[in-house]
């Protein structure tokens, strides 16, 4: 079968107008600027920081005793005796085991839980996307950032965070 040089046209022309068509029904939004803008992430952040900053603190308490006591070891190490130093170097290792116990699995539980209140945000947010698709009667909204370009008017970035700010 050979496509006539009229056909190939006619394909090539009805592919444009499909495309130029589908087009007008097309929007953009940037998550990630969405998300950054609406008052639910700062909330997020201030909930997550509150729930875990007795943990933090404890954290931050350890790595500064080991500070402290490391520097008290060269400092001091030349004037100490043998036994001060087994003694300071056994307190040193005690206290960075703690350490190592405890900020490994908190920062792990940091990350799930930021993960789960993140999801949480992107639901929200999809949620107000499909509101606004509905809306401006768009059959098509596609995340900005895996776009090379996009005509500014065809972002509903601001609509899709007031929209999401108005949520909750």
Do not use: C, H
């Not at 495309?19 to 950054?36: D, G, I, K, P």
């Not at 803008?37 to 997550?48: C, D, F």
Request: no cysteine; glycine share 2%; aromatic share 4%.
């Amino acid at each position: 079968m050979t496509i006539t040089k009229t056909t190939f046209l006619g394909l090539i022309a009805g592919i444009l107008f499909s495309a130029s068509a589908l087009a007008e029904n097309m929007a953009v939004v940037n998550m990630q600027l969405v998300a950054s803008k609406i008052p639910q992430t700062a909330a997020m952040q201030q909930a997550l920081t509150s729930e875990f900053a007795g943990a933090t603190e404890e954290i931050q308490k350890l790595e500064s005793d080991i500070k402290f006591n490391m520097e008290k070891f060269q400092r001091e190490s030349m004037t100490m005796s043998d036994e001060q130093k087994t003694t300071l170097r056994t307190q040193v290792e005690e206290l960075q085991k703690t350490y190592q116990a405890k900020a490994q699995p908190l920062e792990q539980q940091i990350r799930r839980r930021q993960t789960e209140e993140r999801n949480k945000i992107f639901a929200l947010i999809q949620q107000a996307i499909s509101a606004v698709a509905a809306e401006e009667k768009l059959d098509i909204v596609l995340n900005a950032q895996s776009l090379a370009f996009a005509k500014p008017e065809l972002d509903i970035s601001e609509k899709v965070a007031a929209k999401v700010s108005k949520l909750n």
